[in-house]
């Protein structure tokens, strides 16, 4: 046996070790399973789920499922809330995985349930709505009558852009009893997605103007001097600097609340994607090492729910939180060294072994036959704590995916 094979044992049996002393039953993680293994049924198992899912809601005129409540039943949401295009997108992936027309036919069922929000300006959130959606949909099947829906949308978003502030605003004021003037949330990154490949699509230089102007400016304004972000900066309108910067979803103003951490990995992830601007890749690079040389990311890399919570080890982990960073780190890997990739490789194979695991992963005919259970939404507000969410999944199969092309090409 070389050196090689024996580190790596002797590395297997620490990591191990660390896992059971943490107080899981690691056994059940399939450390030693080929993680194309894992990929494969963690897949076959989501698209189960997902079926199930569908079906329960084909009655349901117009609703698309959001969380499950206490009682582990199926809680809905109408197609304006900002969740909605997650589970058509979901229908998409499991499409492009089995190639079973069925799952095609439901996901283009379910995302017509959003197709109306492409017209509205009174929110951010297009791209989660419309993008997750009709973006697969039109990258898996090329219908071009999705074409116009997402031109629609991006027109809708950019006109929520503002010159002053260099921003699209995330929340009206209605929203937060005008607690801010004019806000902007981390989570905001993720809708560029929409505005750079439309770009692209329709010649339309104007999304990419407000997409590239938006994330320099949260480049500037959202980080602090560690990497890690605040969740909300509000801006004043006539100056344009900001005029308060705090973290609403999070433990306080100065933590750093997990999710939002991994809007803004993903998000500088992606625009460097669209753009090949360095100054994005710097930034992806940096919030991956606030992440990873965390003291208190655990040792199965399922972070809590806010890094600074003041009763971690005895406080939730947020499983959506660790889907998103999973999918970022695996897209991360393709673009840097390679040992910076291989170290967000094996963190992202360590976070799929876990949420695949029997602690993370939801059991059929339960909490509404969604993928996963453990993920916080809104903590302070005491709202989708440690429950299933819509996102974890999405960003849950969109991280296995990723991860079984990239295997794959190797």
Same mark, same amino acid.
């Given at each position: 046996m070389g050196l090689y094979q024996k580190l790596k044992i002797v590395k297997s049996i620490v990591f191990i070790s660390v896992l059971f002393i943490s107080g899981c039953n690691w056994s059940q993680t399939n450390e030693f399973e080929p993680i194309?293994?894992?990929?494969?049924?963690?897949?076959?198992?989501?698209?189960?789920?997902?079926?199930?899912?569908?079906?329960?809601?084909?009655?349901?005129?117009?609703?698309?499922?959001?969380?499950?409540?206490?009682?582990? #039943?199926?809680?809905?949401? #109408?197609?304006?809330?900002?969740?909605?295009?997650?589970f058509p997108g979901l229908l998409w992936y499991m499409y492009e995985f089995t190639k079973d027309d069925k799952y095609k036919q439901l996901a283009h069922s379910f995302s017509m349930r959003v197709a109306d929000q492409q017209y509205f300006t009174t929110t951010h959130d297009l791209g989660f709505i419309i993008f997750c959606s009709f973006g697969n949909g039109y990258r898996?099947?090329?219908?071009?009558s999705y074409l116009k829906i997402i031109e629609t949308a991006s027109c809708s978003l950019v006109s929520r852009f503002?010159?002053?502030?260099?921003?699209?605003?995330?929340?009206?004021?209605?929203?937060?009893?005008?607690?801010?003037?004019?806000?902007?949330?981390?989570?905001?990154?993720?809708?560029?997605?929409?505005?750079?490949?439309?770009?692209? &699509?329709f010649n339309e230089n104007r999304f990419c103007d407000v997409a590239i102007t938006h994330a320099n400016t949260t480049l500037k304004n959202h980080f602090r001097p560690d990497n890690?972000?605040?969740?909300?900066?509000?801006?004043?309108?006539?100056?344009?600097?900001?005029e308060c910067k705090n973290t609403? &979803?999070?433990?306080? #103003?100065?933590?750093?609340?997990?999710?939002?951490?991994?809007?803004?990995?993903?998000?500088?992830?992606?625009?460097?994607?669209?753009?090949?601007?360095?100054?994005?890749?710097? &930034?992806?690079?940096?919030?991956?090492?606030?992440?990873?040389?965390?003291?208190?990311?655990?040792?199965?890399?399922?972070?809590?729910?806010?890094?600074?919570?003041? #009763?971690?080890?005895?406080?939730?982990?947020?499983?959506?939180?660790?889907?998103?960073?999973?999918?970022?780190?695996?897209?991360?890997?393709?673009?840097?060294?390679?040992?910076?990739?291989?170290?967000y490789l094996n963190v992202a194979e360590t976070q799929i072994r876990t949420l695949n695991s029997p602690h993370y992963r939801n059991t059929t005919n339960n909490n509404g036959n969604f993928i996963l259970k453990h993920s916080v939404g809104h903590m302070p507000d005491n709202s989708e704590v440690d429950v299933p969410l819509t996102y974890a999944d999405y960003y849950f199969v969109e991280a296995l995916i990723r991860m079984k092309k990239l295997r794959g090409s190797e």
């Open positions: 194309e293994k894992v990929i494969d049924e963690a897949l076959h198992f989501s698209a189960r789920q997902s079926l199930l899912m569908a079906n329960s809601l084909l009655e349901k005129d117009g609703l698309l499922p959001k969380t499950a409540d206490r009682y582990g #039943n199926l809680e809905t949401c #109408n197609p304006e809330w900002w969740v909605s295009g997650f898996l099947t090329g219908d071009s503002r010159e002053s502030t260099g921003c699209i605003r995330s929340w009206d004021p209605a929203e937060w009893n005008s607690r801010w003037e004019y806000p902007v949330i981390i989570d905001n990154m993720m809708n560029l997605e929409m505005l750079l490949w439309a770009c692209h &699509q890690s972000s605040y969740h909300v900066v509000s801006y004043d309108t006539v100056t344009g600097l900001p609403a &979803q999070g433990y306080g #103003n100065e933590s750093s609340w997990a999710r939002g951490q991994a809007w803004g990995l993903y998000g500088f992830t992606m625009a460097y994607r669209y753009t090949g601007d360095t100054i994005y890749l710097n &930034q992806a690079k940096r919030i991956a090492g606030f992440l990873l040389d965390h003291p208190r990311l655990p040792a199965d890399k399922i972070p809590y729910w806010d890094f600074d919570a003041p #009763n971690i080890p005895d406080c939730y982990r947020d499983a959506s939180a660790a889907c998103i960073i999973c999918s970022a780190l695996t897209e991360l890997s393709q673009y840097v060294i390679p040992e910076l990739s291989e170290e």
